[in-house]
């Protein structure tokens, strides 16, 4: 069974930025595209960033378009979410998982906080 640690949240101010870290268990990481999601309170959880198995393309969802950008570590099996100009509806519990048909086991996410 794969396991997702996620890490790098924190308490930041609007403005500020934050490095999420994804480390993930699977083996032939680089065959597996990833995203990275999130949980805001009382809101559905919404897929902002893909990146595919070898790094070379990225998307991103409109809300964080400019200001997210995900990047992976093959060799540490490991993504990672850049994350500058932080607003306060950015706050939420952030996760990754495959991209396409997440693992069924996610992690335990990280949470993010911004205050104004």
């Known amino acids: 069974q794969v396991q997702l640690v996620e890490s790098g949240g924190g308490n930041v101010q609007a403005g500020g930025s934050l490095r999420l870290s994804c480390a993930a268990s699977a083996y032939g990481f680089n065959r597996f595209a990833m995203n990275w999601f999130r949980r805001a309170p009382g809101k559905e959880r919404e897929s902002i960033a893909f990146?595919?198995?070898?790094?070379?393309?990225?998307s991103y969802a409109d809300s964080v378009k400019g200001r997210f950008t995900v990047s992976r570590d093959n060799a540490k099996r490991t993504i990672y979410l850049q994350m500058n100009n932080l607003k306060p509806e950015d706050t939420a519990l952030y996760y990754c998982?495959?991209?396409?048909?997440?693992?069924?086991?996610w992690g335990q996410g990280t949470q993010v906080t911004v205050s104004l």
């Open positions: 990146i595919d198995g070898a790094g070379s393309s990225t």
């Open positions: 998982n495959k991209s396409p048909r997440p693992w069924t086991s």
